[in-house]
């Protein structure tokens, strides 16, 4: 492929490529040993720390994911505690992060593990895929960095790199380059210092492209180990590379989202369903459309009776934005008072109290089915402390909150 011009469809690296990348292998892990972040999961390396910290930093950054790991271990600190924690104390360890389906992962993959390995994790890349959530690249992080495999790890911050020093504009959103790039590290790595060391090698790649030839903004070629190799800050086109193809634009949802208490202050929660988006988490009441206030009286009508509504007033607006969707969401806030007791209200919505089902236990893997409230009454203490409610609502937390 020619440097710095068209991409073809077909995507290999060239012989003299991976050579270069194999000669620079050395001074790369030398300025990691220098330069490396402290890390909370690389003080004490196990495969069980390493599968969840990348796990945690997928979608998240490092600083936000630091806290969240430590929490996490610290609740969690091994396999068997991780496949036996009830669904919703796991869900609030995971609060903030997004993609919740990640945490479910992890918990199937944790039972697979008691059930198959005794807790423990297989050694080798192959079976590492087999687990539940862990794809060519988590399984190739925790077979080098905890096995010391050669196996290439590549994520969004290596692509960028390589393209970077390679000078090439292959499009890295397709799976083909992804591939090649693999391909040519996993030949770097049957000699030098990638053999002798293959986890630090690929953490040496990560934190090449997260600290140096960083993704937003210039990178800081005057810090890197690669500057005097590297064809795109050579021909001046860092700015340039690489190339990823525009996403198609997100889907806008507008929604209507209800915040209402009880004469006790509690606020209604719905639980989503299995499947869809954020996947059996609670939120709160939602209607479809950007509704008026007249529009929202109008829509709870049909609940007058087991439920009369006191009062309703604007709550402001909030934007979410996932991978696909945007919500766009109009807020209502209000108090509704239960025509027969505290839990009519939820009642009314088809759905029972908080606490009513008990958590089961569970054997591992196993397809025990129990029966949980679609609809809940929730103090302040058990939203804080007990219940997980997604990010999404986050420009309402104040409000939710009382404070407002």
Not at 357 to 362: D, K
Request: charged fraction near 30%.
């Amino acid at each position: 492929m020619k440097k710095g011009k068209e991409a073809v469809e077909i995507c290999e690296m060239t012989a003299e490529e991976t050579a270069l990348l194999a000669r620079l292998q050395e001074p790369l892990i030398a300025w990691y040993d220098c330069n490396k972040r402290d890390l909370p999961w690389r003080r004490d390396i196990t495969p069980y720390r390493v599968w969840l910290s990348e796990i945690m930093l997928q979608q998240t950054r490092v600083e936000a994911g630091r806290e969240y790991f430590l929490r996490f271990i610290g609740e969690l600190p091994n396999v068997e505690a991780l496949a036996n924690v009830p669904d919703e104390q796991l869900m609030k360890l995971w609060e903030g992060l997004g993609y919740y389906n990640r945490a479910r992962n992890l918990k199937k993959a944790a039972g697979v593990l008691m059930e198959r390995y005794g807790g423990e994790f297989p050694s080798t890349y192959e079976e590492l895929l087999e687990l539940p959530g862990i794809g060519p690249y988590t399984a190739g992080v925790i077979s080098s960095i905890a096995f010391s495999r050669c196996r290439p790890s590549v994520d969004g911050n290596v692509l960028r790199v390589i393209m970077r020093v390679l000078g090439r504009r292959d499009d890295i959103g397709k799976e083909s380059v992804k591939r090649a790039v693999e391909r040519a590290l996993l030949l770097v790595m049957e000699s030098g210092m990638a053999h002798e060391r293959p986890g630090d090698f690929n953490q040496s790649l990560m934190e090449l492209g997260a600290i140096v030839c960083i993704p937003n903004g210039r990178p800081h070629c005057d810090r890197c180990p690669w500057a005097a190799d590297c064809v795109a800050k050579a021909e001046g086109i860092t700015m340039e590379l690489p190339v990823k193809q525009v996403k198609k634009s997100r889907r806008i949802e507008e929604r209507t989202v209800l915040i209402l208490r009880d004469e006790k202050e509690r606020l209604l929660l719905h639980r989503r369903e299995e499947r869809g988006l954020l996947a059996g988490m609670w939120e709160l009441p939602a209607l479809s459309g950007k509704l008026d206030e007249q529009g929202v009286r109008q829509a709870v009508k049909p609940f007058e009776e087991k439920l009369q509504l006191q009062w309703l007033r604007p709550a402001g607006e909030a934007v979410h934005v996932f991978s696909h969707v945007e919500w766009h969401m109009t807020a209502f806030e209000g108090r509704i008072r239960p025509a027969s007791g505290a839990d009519a209200a939820a009642a009314a919505f088809g759905g029972t109290a908080l606490g009513a089902v008990a958590e089961e236990s569970r054997p591992y893997l196993k397809d025990v089915r129990r029966e949980e409230p679609r609809w809940i009454w929730a103090d302040a203490k058990q939203i804080r402390e007990e219940i997980a409610l997604p990010s999404a609502f986050k420009g309402f937390r104040k409000i939710m909150n009382g404070e407002e």
